[in-house]
């Protein structure tokens, strides 16, 4: 059983992420904005914060061992080949000064 914290763990993919997780037996914690909002399955920890503050994440992801972020892709629009807004180094960021199996990333458009 392993410990870990999901970053997107309130949109489409990341429910099914916390679900699935929870159900095999591992600890999870997700990083929300608005907990109260989250419809998470029983056991799963709700931390509030944002995944675009660099401390909320090395906040939330104390003590575990590994990341999975089902982040969006901030788009200025819907448009496919729209500007991206995100940071683009957020996660590097983040990850810095932490153990190499921290951060795994799943993508969306690749399931």
């Known amino acids: 059983m392993s410990t870990l914290l999901v970053l997107g763990g309130s949109g489409r993919t990341g429910a099914h992420v916390l679900e699935h997780a929870a159900?095999?037996?591992?600890?999870?914690?997700?990083?929300?904005?608005?907990?109260?909002?989250?419809?998470?399955?029983?056991?799963?920890?709700?931390?509030?914060?944002t995944p675009a503050n660099i401390d909320d994440i090395r906040r939330a992801a104390k003590g575990t061992e590994a990341v999975i972020s089902v982040l969006n892709n901030a788009r200025a629009s819907d448009n496919p080949w729209a500007k991206p807004v995100s940071p683009p180094t957020f996660m590097a960021d983040a990850a810095r000064d932490t153990p190499p199996s921290w951060a795994s990333r799943a993508s969306a458009a690749s399931c």
Not at 23 to 49: K, M, S, T, W, Y
């Open 23 to 49: 159900r095999r037996g591992h600890l999870v914690r997700a990083l929300v904005r608005n907990p109260d909002a989250v419809r998470a399955p029983a056991g799963v920890e709700l931390v509030q914060g």
